[in-house]
């Protein structure tokens, strides 16, 4: 089993913590770098995912891209049903939340992480990253009410696919330099998450 990607990025870093919980260890393959053997630009990583973005899963014939459909692959291959769920009504459950955290949360931060952080120059206009900010932390605040009322998890009492992209997504806020609420549960509920090895290695480690 191949990775490529980056493992600083946030993409990748949730199909490694993935990977964690399953106890995989894919080999993992430095793409989306600036040099031209490792560009997601280039020809070859275009023949694997024309698309020409990170990360990719490559297993045995079958080559995967978008990082949550990688995620509920890998938790579907090892018949993992604790973080990916069978029945209907609950695996349902996990996939609204992680493809909350695709649409409307990362859409949400765009402007203001990557001015403030990645320091891009086509997100340079202050009122842009002041929008976002302010998207950003209705969407955590939207996060905080339903973990009041959620259990110990995003999706109740038990650890799923939820949990890794969502936290993901937490420490990337944590790490922005915007004025944020205080959002207790969102804090209680990342306490609670990071003792989880998969945590410690590729979410809270310095990288947002």
Same mark, same amino acid.
Request: glycine residues 4%.
């Given at each position: 089993?191949?990775?490529?990607?980056?493992?600083?990025?946030?993409?990748?870093?949730?199909?490694?913590?993935?990977?964690?919980?399953? !106890?995989?260890?894919? !080999?993992?393959?430095?793409?989306?770098?600036?040099?031209? !053997?490792?560009?997601?630009?280039?020809?070859?990583?275009?023949?694997?995912?024309?698309?020409?973005?990170?990360?990719?899963?490559?297993?045995?014939?079958?080559?995967?891209? &978008?990082?949550?459909?990688? =995620?509920?692959?890998?938790?579907?291959?090892?018949?993992?049903?604790?973080?990916?769920?069978?029945?209907?009504? &609950?695996?349902?459950? %996990? &996939? @609204?939340?992680?493809?909350?955290?695709?649409?409307?949360?990362?859409?949400?931060?765009?402007?203001?992480?990557?001015?403030?952080?990645?320091?891009?120059?086509?997100?340079?206009?202050?009122?842009?990253?002041?929008?976002?900010?302010?998207?950003?932390? &209705?969407?955590?605040?939207?996060?905080?009410?339903?973990?009041?009322?959620?259990?110990?998890?995003? =999706?109740?009492?038990?650890?799923?696919?939820?949990?890794? %992209?969502?936290?993901?997504?937490? !420490?990337? /806020?944590?790490?922005?330099?915007?004025?944020?609420?205080?959002?207790?549960?969102?804090?209680? /509920?990342?306490?609670?998450?990071?003792?989880?090895? $998969?945590?410690?290695?590729?979410?809270?480690? $310095? @990288?947002?």
């Amino acid at each position: 089993m191949r990775l490529l990607g980056q493992p600083n990025s946030i993409n990748v870093r949730k199909v490694l913590w993935t990977c964690v919980e399953l !106890n995989l260890e894919p !080999n993992i393959e430095h793409w989306g770098g600036t040099e031209d !053997n490792h560009a997601t630009s280039s020809p070859d990583f275009r023949a694997v995912n024309p698309k020409g973005l990170v990360p990719v899963l490559i297993d045995r014939d079958t080559a995967l891209s &978008e990082s949550n459909t990688i =995620c509920r692959y890998l938790a579907a291959r090892e018949n993992r049903t604790d973080l990916l769920p069978v029945a209907l009504v &609950e695996r349902a459950t %996990v &996939e @609204v939340w992680m493809d909350w955290q695709q649409t409307e949360l990362n859409n949400a931060w765009r402007a203001a992480f990557m001015g403030l952080v990645r320091h891009d120059r086509a997100y340079s206009d202050v009122v842009s990253q002041q929008a976002s900010a302010n998207a950003w932390n &209705e969407q955590m605040s939207l996060l905080d009410t339903h973990l009041a009322n959620s259990g110990s998890f995003v =999706c109740g009492d038990a650890f799923t696919l939820a949990d890794i %992209v969502l936290a993901l997504s937490v !420490n990337r /806020w944590e790490m922005t330099p915007i004025t944020k609420p205080s959002l207790s549960n969102v804090a209680a /509920w990342m306490e609670h998450l990071s003792s989880r090895p $998969g945590f410690q290695l590729h979410c809270r480690n $310095g @990288v947002p």
